[in-house]
């Protein structure tokens, strides 16, 4: 058995998930480092946070939940916080730095 989405699918249900401080998604701010998608469907989210102490971390965990939750068939989702490599500006897609007047 396969699982019915892919890697990709599961980075565009991700663009769903806002950075509520910055307003950008967090696919296009660069703090998804890694989807995993195994054969039962179960999701490992590998990410950061713009930092160590971001207050509203436990908040974009559960909104990556909560937005991988209507996936046909999802199996257990997982959201590993990890700090190396830290997140940087650099790490943001070319959308995401036009967005906030980066250039």
């Known amino acids: 058995m396969s ?3 892919s890697k990709d699918d599961v980075r565009e249900g991700l663009k769903t998930v806002y950075d509520p401080e910055i307003g950008v998604n ?26 160590l102490g971001c207050p509203l971390g436990p908040v974009i965990v559960q909104e990556v939940t909560n937005a991988l939750g209507d996936f046909p068939s999802i199996g257990s989702v997982d959201v590993k916080l990890v700090w190396s490599p830290a997140w940087s500006p650099d790490l943001m897609s070319e959308d ?3 967005e906030l007047g980066m250039w």
């Open 3 to 5: 699982a019915l989405f």
């Open 96 to 98: 995401a730095k036009d």
């Open 26 to 51: 967090i696919v296009d701010l660069g703090l998804v480092y890694d989807v995993d998608v195994s054969e039962t469907s179960d999701v490992l989210v590998t990410m950061t946070l713009t930092s």
